[in-house]
């Protein structure tokens, strides 16, 4: 197992060089495209190692942008929920709006 902070180095030794040549723009793209890759991996009923597969290239992306942007995503992610729900602040969520 990895931590967040582990894992964001990780990509940034792999890849911020080639991220940052690539820009901002474009590696958000590229996120969102491989957001598309996981959705159709769910949606047609892939197995799970095709699953677990693109969600790691989701997270790996969204690293690039993170790093990109200089934002540690284990801050940004405590910062913000720290362990409740960010609107309702309960843990679990009583939020009545969303799914
Ligand atoms: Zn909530």
Redesign the pocket.
């Known amino acids: 197992m990895v931590n967040i902070r582990e894992a964001q180095e990780m990509m940034k030794r792999i890849y911020y060089e080639r991220d940052k040549a690539r820009g901002i723009e474009r590696t958000i793209l590229r996120t969102y495209q491989e957001l598309g890759e996981l959705s159709d991996a769910v949606l047609r009923g892939e197995d799970q190692s095709a699953i677990v597969s693109e969600m790691a290239d989701v997270f790996a992306w969204v690293c690039s942008v993170a790093n990109l942007l200089g934002v540690d995503l284990g801050d940004a992610l405590l910062g913000k929920y720290a362990n409740v729900?960010s609107?309702?602040g309960?843990s679990p969520?009583?939020?009545v709006d969303?799914p």
């Open positions: 729900c609107r309702c309960k969520c009583e939020c969303t």
